[in-house]
């Protein structure tokens, strides 16, 4: 079975589950219209939604 991934966006709203492809592709295309989002898994998007909290990376 296929690994399947969420993307978290802004307002920690969170995607449907989608293969590594159909998410890297959407976060690019958000990108180009300035939008911040995050791949995360399947299991993790689950997490962020039952607490309702999202780390946002830093990258430093």
Partial sequence: MEK???IVGDNNS???P???KEATDKVKEYEKQGISAYIVS?????????????NTPKWE
């Fill in 42 to 54: 399947e299991n993790e998007g689950k997490r962020i939604k039952e607490s309702g909290k999202f």
């Fill in 14 to 16: 969170i995607s449907t």
């Fill in 4 to 6: 399947k991934y969420v």
């Fill in 18 to 20: 989608m293969n590594r």
